[in-house]
């Protein structure tokens, strides 16, 4: 149920299967005779169980098709034990069948997209904030060519990092405040103005607003908007690009008081980058790690605040290459994103930042891991707390509760128990070559970093 909500949370399209007591019996008691479907349907965009054997293939082929259409979602069917056991006649096959996770895409609604238009026309601060449904409905080229040709600034989050690769001139990450702030017009692409974006207050009051989606918004947006446009995402974003004039806006001053704030910011980080102390500061370990990683390294987060630094500094260059628990934040996701990502992907580094905490969830999977042979470089961040509940717990009672773990415990042990690669490191320059010999062990692989339980993570979001 938890990956179910994170699903849901993140608009991943996802099918869950589900065995379930015997129809025949129901009502009789039998071996974990539970109806499952009242459980999960608050979680799932459908949630049912055939009536028959015959009803089964239609049912499932529902299920794919609503979980693929936007906002893509898990979707649930179980099976009772005798209907699959049974057998029924093959449906006809229609040929007119939509392939399964192809949803033909409708246009946004065109006198939206011209208001859109209009207003980036006039635009001379204009941004661009991307997310998730960007990555979900592959409008990461259509995007890089709509902020190239009218000259945007773009900032990302969740699924959409890697749309526009870091190092784009056009690409902003640590100018975010300042850029949302003093936009005149800002492009919300994909992604819904939640906690993540202070629920709307992360723009300037006269910011005006377009929202583009690849469909209509779960929640009423929480302040007006100027424009919205739901439809196909990449066709909404090429009828932008010529609507709006198909040339440079009157941006340059923009980008260039954005890429000096970006430049300050990035410049102010480098004392905490080249920090000496053992047991480490984690920015000086994302430090070591940029060392290690290619540029299509599939980097998955799993944690409290190691997992918010490395969302701060680990820079993505492709789609697809960040994964975190997004905003549903249920720890214990990585291992099982980090299985999926190195099977679909065996030939890249997928690389899963962990905190000690989030270890405490499903570490155990790592057998899973070596099971399957599936080679998983674990970097873990070991201050012996959960940093993001006792730090906050100390600045608001001046004390903290159960939030304490054994310090410098050995999780390399444990997974080295296990079948795979385990090293502790104590200094900083022991964490590249570590991180080179796990890559290299071809085992699942552990780099227990012990590091400094009293950096606090500089966190003023607003997360309610
Ligand atoms: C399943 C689940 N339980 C509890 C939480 C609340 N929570 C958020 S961060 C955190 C501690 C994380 O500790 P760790 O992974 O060591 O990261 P650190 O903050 O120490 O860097 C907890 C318990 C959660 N997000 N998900
Ligand atoms: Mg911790």
Known sequence: MSAMASAQANHSPIVVLGGRAPALRWGQGSLQEIDHVPFVRPL????????????????????????????GGPAFVDFPLDYV??????PPQDEDDVPLGAPAEPAADGSAVERAADLLRGAERPVIMA??????????QELLALAETLRI????????????PADNELFFSRARSAGLKGADVALVVGVPMDFRLAFGAAFGEDTEIVVVDSAEPERRHPRPVAAECYGSISRTLAELRAGAGGAALASAGWIEELRAAETERRDAERAEFEDERSPLHPMRLYAELARTLDRAAIVIGDGGDFVSYAGRVIDSYRPGCWLD???????GTGPGYAL?????????????MLGDGAFGFSGMEFDTLVRHGVNVVGVMGNNG???????????????????????????????????GHGE??????DVAPAVERAFASNVPALVNVLTDPSVVYPRKSNLA
Request: glycine share 8%; net charge negative.
């Open 44 to 71: 799932t965009k459908l949630a049912a169980t055939p009536e028959s054997t015959a009803e089964i293939p239609a049912l499932l082929e529902d299920a794919f098709a609503a979980a693929s259409a936007p906002h």
């Open 85 to 90: 056991f049974m057998e029924a006649a093959e």
């Open 131 to 140: 997310g998730t449904d960007l990555y979900w409905g592959r409008g990461e």
């Open 153 to 164: 600034p773009v900032f990302l989050n969740g699924l959409a990092r890697g749309c526009v």
């Open 325 to 331: 628990p997004g905003p549903f934040g249920c720890l």
């Open 340 to 352: 999926a990502a190195k099977l679909a992907r065996p030939e890249r580094q997928v690389v899963m």
């Open 385 to 419: 707390i959960w940093a993001l509940e006792k730090h906050p717990m100390e600045f608001l009672y001046g004390y903290s509760v159960a939030a304490d773990l054994r310090p410098a415990t050995r999780y390399d042990e444990v997974v080295a128990a296990l079948g």
């Open 424 to 429: 502790l490191v104590e200094r900083p320059q």
